[in-house]
């Protein structure tokens, strides 16, 4: 009798509890195997690379290079990597960023397990996973105006405290440019104020603090 192969998990965390409960899960699966482990971006590269695993469990926020540009960097090389992306966040443009960057799932680290192994087999077999609730927020907000580069970028600068003259000088604009941006920025969040309009980034995952 032939035995399917079992599928090969690679996990991305930057977090040793997170990495070790899912090394937990993995091992209790018959049909599945732990390959490697990575805490970094760079890490995450480089094991794909020596590893080829059939699905990669990623993290979307690493201290030195984020998920989905290590994601990018291995889809750039393995156009067939079946990622996953995990998240504590709900953000919509960052789970837009994610699928356009070619992730197969977007899962938040608060699923239970019995989800978890779930869509591990549905992306192994070609499926595309987006929980319900991430999908709820990605049509609220797919038909609303998105934030040109620069509006994000002046966006950034005021999450960091930094007034309109600072904001100018930072950017090389003038301070009446920075000005419309703010406007525009409030205008497309739906935000009464600026502190608003970075609360509203920040959850949403246009900008992070």
Known sequence: MNVAPRIRVFCVD???????????????????????????????????????????????????????????AIRTQFEDARVIMLTTFEGDAEIQRALAAGAQGYMLKSLPRKQLVDIIRKVHAGHKHIPPEVAAQLMEHLLGETLSKREIEVLQKVAGGNRNSDIAALLFISEETVKGHVKHIMEKLGASDRTEAVAIGIRRGIIHL
């Open 14 to 72: 930057d977090h040793p509890l997170m990495r070790e409960g899912i090394a937990a899960v993995i091992r209790n699966e018959p049909d599945m195997e732990l390959v490697a482990e990575a805490s970094t971006g760079q890490e995450a590269i480089q094991g794909f690379r020596a590893h080829r695993p059939d699905v990669t469990l990623m993290d979307v926020r690493m201290p030195d290079m984020g998920g989905i540009d290590a994601l990018l």
